[in-house]
């Protein structure tokens, strides 16, 4: 049996090549399909089957779409979990970390630990109004920071004391593996979460771009790719790549049109305690205002209109649809890099013909933080009905302190009228 701290000190010496191989994930497409597409070659046997999973999937999401807000997060939830298990399993079969005491255990529990403070989050700036009724959460929301950190600190020693001799470096890698996946996945998806409270059309066009990009990617690359983008993705070629931009581009554009003309997609997702519902009624921004454009005189000549009305989001799309077809494959070339760098074709077999959840939603997280970044930088202003309801959280000397700064500074403004100085 070989030394398993020999094994560990050579860890870090070893070349890619030396990386152990992992099993090869198993076919699971149903019988079904095997048996429909039995007579066709293996280029066009994946091709039906990637197109029929992914009409599937699209199926799925606008069903899910129509079931509201709660659902979509709890499916942005959903696949936050599957992606971390694929990333994690990885790690254990390649380091082979069966042994290791308690490290599948602290890694769901690190996740906890991690997911309970960012929603955590998430109801202290959405949910204040809700929280304020019930006693108990006001507790669990007024020192949520605290029990955050005393959760990770629990995780923490119980991984120190979890230490044992001939195993330090390898639990020390797996520690830094998952912190890393932690990071990549729960962070990201709070982001999406995030996006989709300013409204669904944040959500859904640039998730929806990442998608179109890939589909017409793959499609302009099976018929006419030629010539090799990355090493990386040697299937990957300069016509798919172009391609897929331009179909992204107009499909961004259209979509928007669309989406922008009901409040269902444009009003941001706001939490009723009344009636204990989320809602999405408001009166539409000026984003989301039909507007009358100047058409430049170079596009005059050819569309023949001076003058052209659209909505100002779609001026936005082509900054979001941009980066989901120039920027965004670099999270799908990052994913490649790491499969190669383990010797693996998919992160996992869940989807027929796709590979993994996580196979399928790398480009997806790059963008999720690119559209919360555009969002705070070019878009979201002050927000009084959210700063209405932290007062609301204040006590009532608090409260009535801002009050009064308020009125005294609406004073020197002269914005009150003068009856009202008194």
Request: positive net charge.
């Amino acid at each position: 049996e070989v030394d398993l701290e020999e094994r560990l000190r050579e860890l870090d010496l070893r070349s890619d090549s030396d990386i152990p191989d992992v099993p090869p994930p198993t076919d699971s497409t149903p019988e079904i399909l095997k048996r429909a597409l039995s007579g066709l070659s293996a280029r066009w046997k994946n091709w039906w089957i990637r197109g029929i999973l992914s009409l599937a999937m699209i199926s799925g999401f606008f069903l899910i779409i129509y079931l509201g807000s709660f659902m979509l997060m709890l499916l942005v939830l959903s696949i936050q979990v599957k992606c971390y298990h694929e990333i994690i399993t990885i790690g254990y079969r390649v380091y082979h970390s069966y042994d290791l005491p308690w490290f599948r255990s602290l890694s769901w529990y690190f996740l906890l630990c991690v997911n309970y403070f960012f929603y955590g989050e998430t109801v202290a700036d959405y949910f204040a109004t809700f929280v304020q009724r019930r006693e108990q959460l006001q507790f669990l929301i007024r020192y949520h920071r605290f029990i955050s950190f005393a959760l990770y600190l629990t995780g923490f020693c119980m991984f120190v004391l979890s230490l044992v001799k001939k195993h330090y470096r390898l639990q020390f890698y797996m520690f830094a593996w998952t912190h890393v996946t932690l990071l990549i996945t729960v962070t990201q998806s709070h982001l999406v979460i995030q996006n989709l409270f300013e409204g669904m059309i944040w959500f859904l066009v640039p998730i929806s771009s990442v998608i179109c990009n890939d589909i017409t990617a793959y499609i302009f690359g099976f018929f006419f790719g030629r010539t090799p983008l990355i090493k990386l993705s040697p299937k990957k070629t300069w016509e798919g790549f172009i391609g897929g931009f331009f179909s992204t581009v107009v499909f961004g554009f259209i979509f928007s049109y669309f989406l922008a003309q009901h409040q269902y997609f444009v009003c941001p997702v706001e939490y009723n305690s009344e009636t204990n519902r989320f809602v999405t009624e408001c009166e539409p921004s000026e984003l989301f205002q039909m507007k009358k454009y100047s058409v430049p005189p170079l596009l005059q000549a050819v569309l023949g209109w001076e003058t052209v009305n659209l909505y100002p989001f779609q001026m936005h799309s082509f900054a979001l649809s941009t980066f989901a077809s120039l920027i965004g494959p670099f999270g799908g070339f990052f994913a490649s890099g790491f499969k190669r760098a383990f010797k693996i074709k998919d992160f996992a077999d869940t989807i027929p013909g796709h590979g993994g959840i996580m196979d399928r939603f790398d480009c997806q997280y790059l963008m999720a933080t690119f559209v919360h970044v555009y969002i705070t930088s070019f878009i979201r202003g002050p927000n009084p009905s959210k700063l209405l309801k932290q007062l609301l959280i204040l006590q009532p000397e608090q409260q009535l302190s801002v009050y009064k700064t308020l009125k005294s500074h609406l004073v020197e403004k002269g914005i009150l009228q003068p009856s009202l100085r008194g």
